[in-house]
Protein backbone atom coordinates (compact mmCIF):
# COMPACT_ATOMS: atom_id res chain seq x y z
CA UNK A 1 0.00 0.00 0.00
CA UNK A 2 1.13 3.90 -0.56
CA UNK A 3 2.63 5.65 2.09
CA UNK A 4 1.67 9.26 2.00
CA UNK A 5 0.52 12.56 4.17
CA UNK A 6 -1.59 14.99 3.03
CA UNK A 7 -1.13 18.91 3.44
CA UNK A 8 -4.33 20.39 5.00
CA UNK A 9 -5.47 21.68 1.84
CA UNK A 10 -5.75 18.38 0.52
CA UNK A 11 -8.57 17.25 3.04
CA UNK A 12 -10.34 20.68 2.50
CA UNK A 13 -10.39 20.15 -0.51
CA UNK A 14 -11.66 16.93 -1.16
CA UNK A 15 -14.26 17.88 1.25
CA UNK A 16 -15.31 21.22 -0.49
CA UNK A 17 -15.56 19.82 -4.33
CA UNK A 18 -15.88 16.35 -6.07
CA UNK A 19 -14.41 17.16 -8.91
CA UNK A 20 -11.38 18.45 -7.41
CA UNK A 21 -8.04 16.00 -7.62
CA UNK A 22 -7.83 16.29 -3.47
CA UNK A 23 -11.21 14.38 -4.20
CA UNK A 24 -9.86 11.34 -5.83
CA UNK A 25 -6.86 11.75 -3.95
CA UNK A 26 -9.23 11.25 -0.35
CA UNK A 27 -11.45 7.95 -2.52
CA UNK A 28 -8.08 5.90 -3.10
CA UNK A 29 -7.57 6.40 1.15
CA UNK A 30 -11.28 5.27 1.27
CA UNK A 31 -10.35 2.26 -1.64
CA UNK A 32 -7.89 0.85 0.15
CA UNK A 33 -5.11 1.77 -2.34
CA UNK A 34 -3.48 4.70 -0.11
CA UNK A 35 -2.61 4.97 3.98
CA UNK A 36 -2.79 8.38 4.78
CA UNK A 37 -0.82 8.97 8.45
CA UNK A 38 -1.67 12.21 10.74
CA UNK A 39 -0.42 14.04 13.33
CA UNK A 40 -1.95 15.28 16.79
CA UNK A 41 -0.58 18.72 15.04
CA UNK A 42 -2.17 17.97 11.67
CA UNK A 43 -5.43 17.03 13.09
CA UNK A 44 -5.49 20.23 15.25
CA UNK A 45 -4.75 22.54 12.57
CA UNK A 46 -7.83 20.78 10.30
CA UNK A 47 -10.41 21.22 13.09
CA UNK A 48 -9.47 25.02 13.21
CA UNK A 49 -9.55 25.71 9.69
CA UNK A 50 -13.11 23.83 9.69
CA UNK A 51 -14.03 26.88 11.96
CA UNK A 52 -12.96 29.46 10.28
CA UNK A 53 -15.79 31.52 9.28
CA UNK A 54 -14.84 32.54 6.03
CA UNK A 55 -14.64 28.94 4.94
CA UNK A 56 -18.07 28.74 6.64
CA UNK A 57 -19.54 31.27 4.88
CA UNK A 58 -18.26 30.40 1.63
CA UNK A 59 -19.13 26.49 2.27
CA UNK A 60 -22.18 26.02 4.53
CA UNK A 61 -22.83 22.36 4.10
CA UNK A 62 -19.16 22.42 6.38
CA UNK A 63 -21.11 23.52 9.87
CA UNK A 64 -22.54 21.78 12.29
CA UNK A 65 -23.12 17.84 11.94
CA UNK A 66 -21.66 17.81 8.74
CA UNK A 67 -18.05 19.25 10.26
CA UNK A 68 -18.06 16.52 13.29
CA UNK A 69 -18.69 13.64 10.71
CA UNK A 70 -15.70 15.58 7.80
CA UNK A 71 -13.72 15.22 11.17
CA UNK A 72 -14.46 12.08 12.28
CA UNK A 73 -14.21 10.90 8.69
CA UNK A 74 -10.48 12.20 8.52
CA UNK A 75 -9.49 10.63 11.58
CA UNK A 76 -10.72 7.81 11.69
CA UNK A 77 -9.29 6.89 7.63
CA UNK A 78 -5.71 7.73 8.71
CA UNK A 79 -2.85 6.08 10.80
CA UNK A 80 -2.31 8.56 13.79
CA UNK A 81 0.81 9.14 15.01
CA UNK A 82 1.44 10.36 18.55
CA UNK A 83 5.47 11.03 18.45
CA UNK A 84 6.51 12.87 15.62
CA UNK A 85 10.27 13.20 15.27
CA UNK A 86 11.84 16.43 13.41
CA UNK A 87 13.11 16.01 10.16
CA UNK A 88 15.82 18.34 10.99
CA UNK A 89 14.58 20.28 7.72
CA UNK A 90 14.07 23.95 7.80
CA UNK A 91 11.24 25.31 5.37
CA UNK A 92 10.56 28.84 4.30
CA UNK A 93 6.58 28.31 6.32
CA UNK A 94 7.72 27.02 9.98
CA UNK A 95 3.61 26.06 9.93
CA UNK A 96 4.57 23.64 6.90
CA UNK A 97 7.04 21.50 9.36
CA UNK A 98 4.73 18.97 10.58
CA UNK A 99 3.71 17.87 7.20
CA UNK A 100 7.36 17.05 6.64
CA UNK A 101 7.99 16.04 10.18
CA UNK A 102 5.28 13.81 9.82
CA UNK A 103 6.46 11.96 6.35
CA UNK A 104 9.92 11.45 7.36
CA UNK A 105 8.95 9.99 10.72
CA UNK A 106 6.88 7.84 8.78
CA UNK A 107 8.57 6.47 6.03
CA UNK A 108 6.12 7.74 3.63
CA UNK A 109 6.43 7.72 -0.10
CA UNK A 110 4.52 10.77 -0.70
CA UNK A 111 3.57 14.38 0.62
CA UNK A 112 0.67 15.47 -1.11
CA UNK A 113 0.30 19.23 -1.48
CA UNK A 114 -0.52 22.59 -3.23
CA UNK A 115 2.03 24.47 -1.02
CA UNK A 116 4.69 26.00 -2.41
CA UNK A 117 7.06 26.10 0.54
CA UNK A 118 6.91 22.46 0.45
CA UNK A 119 6.96 21.84 -3.54
CA UNK A 120 10.39 23.62 -3.77
CA UNK A 121 12.07 21.22 -1.85
CA UNK A 122 11.79 18.79 -4.93
CA UNK A 123 14.67 21.40 -6.33
CA UNK A 124 16.52 21.49 -2.95
CA UNK A 125 19.08 18.84 -3.62
CA UNK A 126 20.25 18.75 -0.22
CA UNK A 127 16.69 17.60 0.77
CA UNK A 128 16.94 15.29 -2.15
CA UNK A 129 19.95 13.50 -1.10
CA UNK A 130 19.25 13.53 2.58
CA UNK A 131 15.28 11.90 1.72
CA UNK A 132 15.57 10.30 -1.38
CA UNK A 133 12.30 7.89 -0.82
CA UNK A 134 9.83 10.82 -0.29
CA UNK A 135 8.37 12.64 -3.12
CA UNK A 136 6.79 15.84 -2.45
CA UNK A 137 3.48 16.36 -4.80
CA UNK A 138 0.50 17.88 -6.03
CA UNK A 139 -2.92 16.34 -5.64
CA UNK A 140 -2.77 15.89 -9.77
CA UNK A 141 1.02 14.49 -9.09
CA UNK A 142 0.03 11.67 -6.82
CA UNK A 143 -2.78 10.49 -9.10
CA UNK A 144 -1.01 10.13 -12.04
CA UNK A 145 1.91 8.45 -10.06
CA UNK A 146 -1.14 6.10 -8.73
CA UNK A 147 -2.72 5.66 -11.72
CA UNK A 148 0.78 4.11 -13.41
CA UNK A 149 1.30 1.64 -10.54
Avoid at 37 to 58: D, Q, T
Avoid at 68 to 86: A, D, G, P, T, Y
Avoid at 106 to 130: G, H, I, K, M, P
Wanted: glycine content about 2%; hydrophobic content about 45%; aromatic content about 10%.
Amino acid sequence: MIRAVFDTNIFFQAAISQTDPSFECWNLVLAGRVQVYMSAEIFAEIREVASRPKLLKAFPHLRGVAAIQLLHNFRNKSIFIMSVESSGVEIRDLDDTKFLDLAVTVNAEYLVSRDRDLLDLREDSTFSSQFPELKIVTPVGFLEIVRAT
